[in-house]
């Protein structure tokens, strides 16, 4: 999990993919509208990039996506307004 | 009867920086020094280049989106590393101390005439190598090892470097934004100077260095200065 200002992101990951849920001042943050990329790279440097898309509420995911324990993702957010971006960086448990 | 007499001193262009810092959520490219922040948008046809890279120094397409009177960082994804390259003319003072923005060959009586290069790098992510010259940065702060302290107050060693090589004689300010004024430590033999970090927070470190001027005719020397940002963040509320 991670807060970038006032906006709380929260990578999970899963046998499934990927899922982010969006939450500002403990209020959902409905997903449509917004997409995620995500880049990480592997032990090899190999680098991936991975976009979520909105499902439903507050969760974009990636289905059948695998990210590494100990992975380095850099998370770019771009809001329904088409150009604003929030970034923000996880380490993967 | 009271005369009051006021004197508002405005810094010269020449003293200002480049950085980059976060504004509502999304970071922007800040022209000013100390508390000043002033109209970078006006200043975008100044920027020559501004670029993205990700953890593996990959360049990412990077451009700037001015959003009213600020010029917003707007890449295809998330960067590790953000830097940005600002030529700012050339500036004479005349003898009584007023600073024209023309060189020598205009203002041959001038005290001082010289080219003023602005330079930014951000840390925006975790490095997974030390900082490496970038680039458009004549003049770059790398911070010596990849990870940075994770509390203000610890110590950070930097090099300073000029054409990617480590210069002696640099100027640092351990904080461009809080306490311009503050006493330059000045880069040694191998360029580096140790720091402690300053601010649970926004960090803007600068440096500056005089380099020869290459249009003699009109500039006595080239002022290149340049900041490096990053954030320390603060503990969980």
């Known amino acids: 999990m991670r807060i970038t200002g006032e906006t709380m992101l929260e990578l999970v990951t899963s046998a499934d993919g990927v899922a982010l849920y969006i939450k500002e001042e403990d209020e959902e943050v409905p997903s449509a509208g917004i997409s995620a990329k995500l880049t990480f790279f592997n032990s090899s440097g190999a680098k991936s990039e991975v976009t979520l898309t909105p499902v439903s509420g507050n969760k974009l995911e990636a289905k059948g996506v695998t990210i590494p324990s100990g992975s380095k993702v850099a998370l770019q957010l771009t809001l329904a307004d088409k150009v604003s971006k929030i970034g923000a960086n996880f380490i993967i448990k | ?237």
């Open chain 2, 1 to 237: 009867m009271m005369i009051i007499a006021s004197a508002i001193t405005v810094a010269p262009a020449r003293a200002h920086g480049i950085y980059f810092a976060q504004r509502a959520t999304q970071l922007a490219l800040i022209y000013g020094v100390g508390a000043d922040d002033l109209d970078a948008v006006k200043r975008l046809p100044l920027v020559q280049n501004i670029s993205g890279y990700d953890a593996e120094w990959n360049p990412i397409p990077t451009k700037l989106r001015a959003a009213g009177p600020l010029p917003l960082v707007d890449s295809e994804s998330q960067p590790t590393v953000v830097a940005a390259v600002l030529f700012n003319g050339i500036w004479s003072r005349t003898p009584e101390g007023e600073w024209l923005k023309k060189g020598r060959d205009e203002v041959p009586n001038a005290t001082i005439s010289e080219k003023n290069f602005k330079y930014a790098v951000h840390i925006a992510g975790p490095l997974t190598a030390p900082l490496r010259p970038l680039p458009g940065q004549t003049l770059q702060i790398v911070p010596v090892d990849a990870a940075l302290p994770a509390l203000m107050g610890q110590p950070l060693k930097l090099r300073v470097l000029f054409q990617g090589k480590p210069v002696a004689g640099a100027r640092v300010l351990t904080d461009f934004v809080n306490d311009p004024d503050g006493k330059p430590i000045k880069s040694a033999a191998d360029g580096s100077v140790t720091i402690k970090v300053r601010n649970q927070g926004l960090n803007v470190i600068c440096a500056i260095f005089d380099g020869p001027s290459d249009e003699p005719a009109k500039a006595d020397k080239m002022e290149h200065l340049a900041t490096l940002s990053f954030v320390l963040p603060h503990a969980p509320e």
